[in-house]
């Protein structure tokens, strides 16, 4: 594909993106429409003066329309500017910008975790189906699923922290100024949040695996003499990957949503304390920023797996 | 259960093809086609009894749910507690059994209010098409894109935080999932030759859509509404967890695990009986939800 073309088809996709992006920003700013009552009096809180709340109004320009809030909030956001926390007062950028790395990095670590050890199994059980491994990897994909995230974290935390001492139980340490401690930090988490990450990308490779392997043209492969292990791992592999970046969008997506509750058990001062603190203190600006940054995360992630895919898989229309 | 039964009127009602070489539908086919898995009847055995001890709880719970005892806190198992008590001394077995009901019902609430939204926007949309369809479609994308836990808390932190409020939350979050597949169906039938001949017959958009599309594009909604049922019930667990969904001293499965984590270094003991009845539930209903989807899809139904 010339580079021309491939720059057409970014644009594209940036074009084609864009009103999921608007309508985003709309829900995330619509949200608060949805508080029952007047909106200012509950930002001011009870027992504040009539002044106050007609200050707040002003403030947050709740005075205007609907739309020309909306517009006038977009507009700063875009800028960088997410209003204050109602409850500390510090720039919802700011408290972002601190905690995003810790939240990013136990997200990556268990990407990561899902993809090594998913994908082997996959591999091993698409290979005899129906074999006692097989119904192993089932089992294991159905429990994975089906176990919630902060339960398994709070039983990796009684055995590794708190008996073995391998892991600390809590906290979090910043990647750029202690590395190999911030790693420490973030194992058992991660691994809490790959449980359900490995079940999926294992299910998915399994039959990802199985599919290209009865298909037509692996029978043709076959057919003409190419040997079984030339036709797995060079034909059946590189089919798998399409569906490999399609599942890694969707646990992007997934694991953003689960590190919330896993940090919470790990007292990780990430996004996810930073989101729950906010809603249960009705500390709106903070919620808005949080879940901003969190769509336009997987939004992006999302175009630019978009694009890898048209540049993976011709097959796939660039249109 | 004889063959008589599928030419019954309803059959023809809803305007099913009958194709030669299919057996023919009998009644309660898809019970004995999801009962022959073992794995899906053990499911279903097992949601049939906790719905039963979700039912009888006030009466076959031992001890009340709320009632602390102080000469008896952090208890461990025996005859007259049988899991042991919590960190106010209530009975743990009284409290996962009041749990049920309040954590079946949550769940119910939440796929409830996905449907409630979701099917009515898919068929329309999907019905309709133009210009709608591509709003609707878009509102889906988007909604889609948030991590669903993340939505749901900004729903509830909007909303107010509580239990029918967070639930409501996760059915908001979960309804454009049901919107979008009951579109895709709606996409496929309404081009069924069926469908074609009732409205030559004078049908309207209503009749069409409630009395020939709706029944015949249902099929993977149920599939689809089992398998939220299991993401409904990890969602109030982990919002309850976080404090955003049942408030104390209402006992539901994910609160008992929020009150097992903070005594977590004196009594770790806990956390089992609650994230246990989590897990075995959530297993529950997917493994009810996957065998209905190969007993409902006959391509599948051989393998």
Redesign the interface.
Known sequence: MSTRSTLRLVLRRLVQMA??VV??TF??FA??Q???GDIAITLAGEGVSEQRIAEIRRLYGLDRPFLLQYAHWLGDAVQGNLSVSLLSGEAVVESISRRLPNTLLIVSLALLISMVVGIPLGIAASVRPGSRLDGFVSVLG??G????G??LA??L??VFA?KLNWFPATGAKSLTEAPLSALHYATLPAIALAASGIAEVARQSRSALLEVMSSQYVRTLHAKGLPQRLVFWKHGLKNVSVTLLTVFGLLV??????T??IE??FAIPGMGSL??N???G?D?PV??G??LT??VI??GL?LLIDILYTLFDPRVDAR | MTHEATSSPTMLATGRPSDPKMPPPRRFALLRLVVRNTGASMALAYLLVLLALALAAPWIAPHSPTVQDPAAVLAPMSAEHWLGTDDLGRDVFSRLIHGAPLTLAASFLAVGVATVIGLPLGLLAGFLGGWFDEAISRVIDTLLSFPAIVLAIGVTGALGVGLTNSMIAVGLVFAPTLARLVRGQTLIVRRELYVDAARCFGAGRTRLILRHILPNAVQPVIVQMTLLLAAALLAEASLSFLGLGVQPPQPSWGAMLARAYQYMEIAPEQMYAPGIAILLTALAFNTLGEALRVALDPTLRHR
């Open positions: 009103p999921v309508l985003a829900v995330v949200l608060v949805l508080i029952p159905s429990l699923i089906a176990l919630p902060f339960w709070m039983l935390v009684a708190m997506n997934r694991m953003l949503g689960a919330v509750v919470a058990v989101i729950v906010a809603a249960t009705k709106y919620v808005q949080v879940m969190m769509v997987v939004i999302n």
